[in-house]
């Protein structure tokens, strides 16, 4: 984070205690920013411990509160969230320098690591747009780019899809859990912020045209590449596969990945993200061979 | 001629296949969601969807059969045309779910695997592991991804919806919105509009629903003129896990796969559950419901799970209402193959392994079977005429609703895993009425209309807006406000309703309305601003709530999912056979007489003057199974189900 104001606070006023003891209180310190381009800066807030807390009710107190640690009154500190049982992939965020969902992140565990504090940041690889909010649509394109659906005929009955054996099912079914959270993307030494400013006189559409070209030429990241692998052997996706080998091996491919293997440990699905990738990448070998071929 | 666009607000499973197939007919959308359509709280749902199949086919199953557990699990409220074409629908809904790459389980030789749900004798319900919504919705999404880029679809993400435009007769035109990031208002001309926006139960305060459910959307509409039918019934799940923030669900799907809920007989036995052996165990549903066990509807289950900790003080622990609801008996390769989902989320908040250890469970707020009221047109077999604009539509003209937040199919209690066909299919079948609908305007498409309508309607929602950042700062915080909101509602209007508790909470509900529309913001810039649209979302929770306590309070009897002890009827309590006869055939009689009275559906609509619901009521189209006593085969009312099978075969013989 180059456009850091300050580092963390210390001759605030902070908690004495955050033993996470009933009745105590604790320490959060959350990486703020105003609005895009605006510079960062860490705030203090101080919060009531209570039983079987998580980061989100924790944010939810700060809210309600609206009081740095020192009694200033504040914005309330925006963040995202929605199901808060880890399936919308929503609440993604740093804590205690970990990429994770903040609905699963519970106190009690938190603070047995770190009883100083709790520490909250976005994630570094998306533009911030508040707070602790950040814009994720690169992921969306790149869903887009690599034509990640079953393209059927109609949605006229046709009767029953294929069948399937159980260990293909099982082996999509883990491939389908994941829901774009952003964690495997932001663990990878590979993939890069893309943040765009919409220039003067640029329209909406202009502008969303010009950040969709820059996102298609950018790495597809870990569950890019694992969404290949779930649609290229989904039984009617195979019959177009080669489409999306080709945007495999495109620019911002496959061949960007530099396997330091963090996407599979941060993955909160538990996608064995290296075994799709090992997969696809031998599929975009034979692919890249056979398009020599076919020259 | 100008293309005609529709909007769709709300981006779960209803949305986005009324969107996929209103692109695949030809029809251009906007698609609105608070969240990245992705992260709908579709994604929530576990235990899957219903359907007759051909393994239940062969066990004697049928549509109608469907149909008729639907609506007697409903205790007969739904009209039955939409519900009966539902359930006709509902193995090719799963067949084209299946086309469209999701991933149920399968058996060995390669079929789809089911597994048996509440409220049903048949293993109907199609499952991918223990989070079949969210396998539904992705592949739904992925559907709509594929339309967005052929740019038939244009999404609004992160937009909050703020009512319809109409006309000057009263035809929708369009809506407005506002992108919750740069706070811009701005108007959106469409042909017609379709809330799919989902539940409300963020009136309760904490549910098993997720933070996007307000029911903003619907109470704009609401507020707008549509009317809300059978507010009052409100599905409280019997297996959720206690949370500060949420009650997360423990799908049904645990007791499909055989998972049993208990208590110990010992009030509050201190041992661990492992070592409490059987007979000291109660499995008070097993006890209660021989026929059904575990998988009673929910309505029943969350009663007897209430009423054994409540009343009868077995509550597994001292401070906090809990029963245990156990799988560890089952074999651990069915649970990881088949329940992962849900033990994971157990084990990851709680910190126990549920394959281990029985997990301690207690009912929550979790789905509205009322909604927007909506129209259907029937044909002479008692189906719905597929492609007719009347199917879904609101009365107000041009505006559709469906998936939760419309008022059909489950009448005053929902099935398990009846939600996500229901949901699908009123999405499915809204398209060609939609779809005819604008195709066959005889006045002018609304991109044709004079911006007049459309900009004196933003400046409205403007003013509005600039209205609520100007507040005092001295005011009260709007987040107390829903959590007080949330208790007095979760007191008065869940599992127990008593008149006194509801006339409580009208008043308590009228004076927070109050506080609430001075509340202040604590955010007054003009980027991002959560706090107004949290603000916004929880004024507009009143004329919602105001419903449900309304129509509950008025409604003085017990169905399905409104339970109020004064209204019970009494159970067989003679041992002599001609006395329990005879007391059986006065519970029929009451029966009767207490449907005569109270077998409709309630449907209100919105005084802006008073600020307070209008109640009528609506004949129930019950034309095609007629209403019988709901008692699941209860130990003890056998003689009763006797008593009306032998009224029916008298009734028939007269005819």
């Known amino acids: 984070m180059s456009n850091t104001r300050h580092p963390h606070p210390n001759g605030e006023p902070r908690a004495s205690q955050s033993d996470g003891r009933p009745g105590r209180n604790f320490n959060v310190v959350v990486l703020r920013q105003d609005g895009p381009g605006r510079p960062s800066y860490w705030e203090r807030h101080i919060v009531e411990y209570e039983q079987d807390m998580n980061c989100i009710s924790v944010l939810q107190k700060i809210a309600a509160n609206a009081r740095t640690a020192d009694g200033r009154k504040v914005a309330p500190v925006a963040w995202d969230c929605n199901c808060l049982e880890e399936v919308c992939g929503a609440c993604t965020m740093v804590i205690n320098g970990r990429v994770r969902q903040a609905c699963t992140a519970l106190v009690d565990r938190l603070l047995q690591d770190n009883p100083e504090q709790i520490e909250l940041r976005p994630m570094r690889k998306f533009p911030v747009i508040r707070d602790l909010m950040v814009d994720r649509s690169r992921m969306f394109n790149t869903l887009k780019k690599l034509k990640a659906w079953v393209p059927v005929d109609s949605y006229l009955d046709m009767g029953p899809g294929p069948r399937q054996s159980q260990e293909n099912q099982q082996m999509a079914y883990v491939l389908s859990k994941c829901m774009s959270c952003g964690c495997c993307l932001e663990a990878c030494p590979q993939y890069l912020k893309i943040e765009l400013e919409r220039k003067e006189g640029e329209t909406e559409e202009e502008f969303h045209a010009r950040e969709r070209e820059l996102h298609d030429r950018a790495f597809i990241g870990a569950m890019g590449i694992a969404a290949v692998d779930l649609f290229n052997t989904n039984p009617v996706g195979r019959m177009t596969a080669t489409e999306r080998l080709d945007a495999l091996v495109a620019e911002g491919g496959i061949q960007i990945c530099g396997n330091a293997q963090n996407c599979v440990k941060v993955c909160p699905k538990e996608i064995p993200l290296t075994t799709s990738i090992a997969r696809a990448g031998r599929a975009a070998t034979v692919h890249m061979l056979k398009r020599w071929f076919d020259r | ?655």
């Open chain 2, 1 to 655: 001629m100008a293309r005609h666009r529709v909007i769709v607000v709300g981006g779960g499973l209803a949305g986005l296949a009324a969107t996929m197939k209103l692109a695949e007919l030809g029809v251009d959308i906007d698609l609105f969601s608070l969240t990245p359509v992705k992260r709908s709280h579709s994604c929530c749902a576990q235990g899957g969807i219903n359907s007759v199949n051909s393994l239940t086919r062969q066990l004697g199953d049928a549509e109608w059969k469907h149909f008729d557990d639907t609506v007697y699990g409903g205790d007969f409220l739904a009209h039955q045309p939409p519900v009966k074409e539902m359930t006709e629908w509902a193995p090719r809904i799963i067949d084209l779910m299946d086309r469209l790459g999701v991933t149920f389980n399968r058996t060995p030789e390669g079929f789809r695997d089911q597994r048996r749900f509440g409220g049903t004798l048949f293993a109907r319900t199609s499952f991918a592991g223990a989070t079949t919504g969210q396998q539904l919705l992705y592949a739904l999404d992925e559907q709509v991804r594929r339309w967005e880029v052929t740019a038939h679809v244009k999404k609004y993400e992160c937009f909050d919806y703020l009512g319809p435009i109409l006309d000057e007769n009263g035809v929708c035109r369009g809506s407005i919105a506002q992108d919750m990031v740069s706070m811009e208002i701005r108007a959106f001309p469409a042909d017609a509009l379709i809330i799919a926006s989902g539940g409300c139960g963020l009136i309760y305060g904490r549910s098993t629903m997720s933070m996007a459910c307000t029911g903003s959307a619907v109470s704009r509409t609401f507020q707008a003129g549509a009317r809300y039918g059978n507010g009052e019934f409100i599905q409280v799940h019997p297996t959720a896990i206690p949370g500060a923030d949420k009650l997360r669900l423990m799908s049904e799907s645990a007791r499909g796969e055989g998972g049993r809920v208990w208590v110990p007989r010992k009030p509050q036995d201190p041992r661990p559950p492992q070592d409490i052996p059987e007979q000291d165990r109660y499995y008070f549903l097993e006890e209660r419901y021989p026929k059904y066990g575990n998988l009673v509807p929910r309505d029943i289950a969350t009663r007897e799970i209430f009423n054994v900790c409540t009343k009868e003080g077995l509550s597994v622990e001292n401070d906090r209402l809990c029963v245990y609801l156990d799988v560890s008996h089952l074999p651990r390769q069915l649970l990881d193959r088949k329940l992962a989902g849900i033990l994971e989320i157990y084990e990851k908040f709680q910190g126990v392994d549920p394959r281990a250890t029985a997990m301690k469970i207690f009912p929550a707020v979790h789905y509205s079977m009322g909604g927007l009221w909506c129209d259907y047109e029937r044909t002479a077999e008692g189906g719905l005429n597929i492609g007719s604009p009347r199917n879904q539509q609101t009365n107000i003209p041009g505006i559709f609703a469906i998936g939760e937040c419309d008022y059909h199919y489950h009448g005053a209690n929902r099935l398990g895993a009846n939600s996500l066909v229901a949901c699908i299919f009123s999405g499915l079948i809204t398209a060609p009425g939609a779809a005819a609908l604008v195709q066959n305007l005889n006045g002018r498409a609304a991109a044709e209309l004079p911006s007049t309508l459309y900009d004196r309607e933003t400046q409205r929602h403007l003013a509005r807006y600039k209205e609520l950042l100007a507040r005092p700062h001295d005011g009260e915080n709007p987040y107390l406000i829903h959590r007080r909101l949330g208790d007095v509602m979760t007191k008065a209007a869940t599992v127990v309703r008593h008149n006194d508790e509801l006339d409580w909470a009208c008043e308590q509900v009228q004076d927070l309305e109050d506080r609430a529309r001075r509340a202040s913001l604590s955010d007054t810039g003009n980027w991002t601003n959560q706090n107004v649209i949290f603000t916004r979302a929880l004024v507009d929770m009143f004329p919602l709530a105001k419903t449900i306590l309304k129509g509950a309070r008025l409604r003085d009897e017990c169905r399905g999912a409104h339970y109020k002890p004064e209204f019970v009827f009494p159970e067989i309590h003679a041992t002599d056979p001609v006395q329990r006869r005879l007391e059986a055939e006065a519970w029929c009689d009451r029966f009767v007489e207490n449907n005569r009275r109270w077998l409709k559906s309630t449907v209100a609509s919105w005084s802006a003057e008073d600020r307070e619901p209008l109640i009528t009521y609506e004949d129930v189209d019950t034309s095609l199974i007629p209403p019988r006593p709901r008692l699941y085969g209860m130990v003890g009312g056998d003689i009763i189900e006797q008593v009306w099978r032998e009224r029916g075969v008298r009734e028939e013989a007269a005819v």
